[in-house]
């Protein structure tokens, strides 16, 4: 097992990770075939832009996180690798060649992501519909979970972005309300907890992911796990922040295994249904879980 690839313009030695954070290298079969599928149909995935850790375990079980939208996003989190500026991609085809891609992965569950889109109208909701109307009918047994972007209280765009058939609804609370300016400043604790409540009364199983490591203490995780109770989310993911590269917000802590048990363990014991906690635990990392 070797340590994840690194790409920075500063030489300065990063902070040495621990063991529990080493990872496997992409190899496999199923690994070329999805790289096959997302060249072919000219997809995006957070994968690839989001530097994730788990891409080769991931897509070498043949599963993948598909991006919509475009790989360009109008906001611009510190701790996030996928690139910021003024998107020009509104592809309607989109959604026709992620349906094609999910029913040639034969992938049991799909999880589905975008970008923020804050200069449309409808913050790409009609992408998002098109998106899973195409994936229920070229693959009507997979099931599909769709990580929303923060719609910046635009509740009609957020009915039109669920009402499409999918399983699970996931937005991400990120980290605690105290690192909020840093570290997703364009966001607001209270709109993302607002949006997931609204989603929960459509009748949808809520999720959302947290990153630890970036300086907040145990008691502010538990104020955000009582937080999401009272705002009826039933699924939590939390895992280390990892720094994709120099020009990102800093890695405070590499927090302990022991302290992630902990955490999910506090979590089911204040009304969670599911908490998925680990050093590399990502919000579609083993989602096909989370569909209960
Ligand atoms: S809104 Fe999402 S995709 Fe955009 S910078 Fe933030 S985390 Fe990354």
């Known amino acids: 097992m070797l340590e994840l690839p690194v790409q920075d313009q500063d030489t300065s030695p990063r902070p040495k990770r621990p063991e529990w954070l080493k990872v496997r290298l992409p190899m496999g079969e199923n690994y070329r075939q999805v790289r096959n599928i997302v060249d072919e149909f000219k997809l995006h995935t957070i994968c690839q832009s989001g530097n994730c850790p788990n891409m080769g375990e991931c897509w070498g079980a043949g599963t993948a996180t598909f991006m919509i939208l475009g790989n360009v996003c109008t906001r611009s989190c510190s701790f996030c690798a996928v690139k910021t500026g003024r998107p020009n991609e509104y592809d309607t085809d989109e959604p026709r060649r992620v349906a094609e891609a999910i029913w040639l992965m034969r992938v049991k569950h799909a999880v589905i992501t975008s970008v923020n889109r804050d200069e449309l109208k409808d913050r790409g909701a009609e992408i998002w519909y098109q998106t899973v109307r195409a994936v229920k009918e070229r693959s009507p047994e997979t099931t599909i979970e769709t990580l929303i972007p923060d719609v910046k209280s635009s509740w009609?765009?957020?009915?039109?972005?669920i009402s499409a058939g999918q399983e699970v609804v996931s937005h991400n609370i990120e980290t605690v309300p105290s690192l909020y300016r840093k570290v997703r400043p364009q966001a607001k604790y209270e709109r993302s907890l607002e949006q997931i409540k609204r989603t929960s009364a459509y009748g949808k199983r809520t999720k959302t992911g947290l990153m630890v490591g970036l300086g907040e203490s145990p008691e502010e995780?538990?104020?955000?796990?009582?937080?999401?109770?009272?705002?009826?989310?039933?699924?939590l993911t939390i895992g280390q922040y990892l720094q994709p590269t120099k020009m990102h917000i800093e890695?405070?802590?590499?927090?302990?295994?022991d302290l992630f048990a902990h955490y999910k363990e506090i979590g089911l014991q204040r009304g969670l249904k599911y908490v998925e906690s680990g050093p590399l635990v990502r919000s579609s990392y083993h989602a096909e879980k989370h569909v209960f």
């Not at 009609?156 to 972005?161: G, I, V």
């Not at 995780?221 to 699924?235: F, K, R, S, T």
């Not at 890695?251 to 295994?257: T, Y």
Request: proline share 4%; net charge negative; hydrophobic share 50%.
């Open 221 to 235: 995780v538990y104020q955000v796990i009582d937080d999401l109770v009272a705002h009826n989310c039933d699924i």
């Open 156 to 161: 009609d765009a957020l009915e039109r972005m």
């Open 251 to 257: 890695v405070a802590e590499f927090i302990h295994p």
